[in-house]
T-cell receptor, first 110, second 109 residues
Framework: EPEVTQTPSHQVTQMGQEVILRCVPI?????FYWYRQILGQKVEFLVS????????KSEIFDDQFSVERPDGSNFTLKIRSTKLEDSAMYFC????????FGPGTRLTVT | GIQVEQSPPDLILQEGANSTLRCNFS?????LQWFHQNPWGQLINLFY???GTKQNGRLSATTVATERYSLLYISSSQTTDSGVYFC???????????FGTGTLLAVQP
């Protein structure tokens, strides 16, 4: 059964550094998403991506965040200058009807 | 925006017991999914259920869209059922999932 994969599984970075989180979507899915979950809290929507452009974004998704499909298959989330409060689990999801979630990247900002 | 509330927030069961988890949503939705977040943090898709009833082994789900709620039934619970159960809805003109507050389930041997 096809699945969404994410790399790395865990990333530790220093405040102010840039990080790139990577996702390989399910190949025939059309909608791509990034969500995040701060420890112990609910899952929050960040951004959706369709037809190679952002279709919707939340208030959390400010100018320090960006998404792209650099090679037509991978889907990346970049955080330009990380803050302590960016520490969270970041999930990629893809959808063709129901949404399938990747295993997540745990980002720790020190 | 749509509000999604789940109850109960926490639940402790003995192995073998049955349980019902509830998800209420504040507006019409296009679709609804139930997820299990296991102790490793992974979100496992349980059901994609805009309406009606579906069953998968010991789990079943019912969504009554006109009354804006969904129920997840767990029968003969096992310790591996422990974790957080989330419902999430697609609403209105948006194609994003809005997650509920979750139910933390602990099944004791």
């Amino acid at each position: 059964e096809p699945e969404v994969t994410q790399t790395p599984s865990h990333q530790v970075t220093q405040m102010g550094q840039e990080v790139i989180l990577r996702c390989v979507p399910i190949s025939n899915h059309l909608y791509f998403y990034w969500y995040r979950q701060i420890l112990g809290q609910k899952v929050e929507f960040l951004v959706s991506f369709y037809n190679n452009e952002i279709s919707e974004k939340s208030e959390i998704f400010d100018d320090q965040f960006s998404v792209e499909r650099p090679d037509g298959s991978n889907f990346t989330l970049k955080i330009r200058s990380t803050k302590l409060e960016d520490s969270a689990m970041y999930f990629c999801a893809t959808s063709l009807g129901s949404a399938c979630f990747g295993p997540g990247t745990r980002l720790t900002v020190t | 925006g749509i509000q999604v509330e789940q109850s109960p927030p926490d639940l402790i069961l003995q192995e073998g017991a049955n349980s019902t988890l509830r998800c209420n949503f504040s507006d019409s939705v296009n679709n609804l999914q139930w997820f299990h977040q296991n102790p490793w943090g992974q979100l496992i898709n349980l059901f994609y259920i805009p309406s009606g009833t579906k069953q998968n082994g010991r789990l079943s789900a019912t969504t009554v869209a006109t009354e804006r709620y969904s129920l997840l039934y767990i029968s003969s619970s096992q310790t591996t059922d422990s974790g957080v159960y989330f419902c999430a809805v697609y609403g209105g003109a948006t194609n994003k999932l809005i997650f509920g507050t979750g139910t933390l389930l602990a099944v004791q041997p």
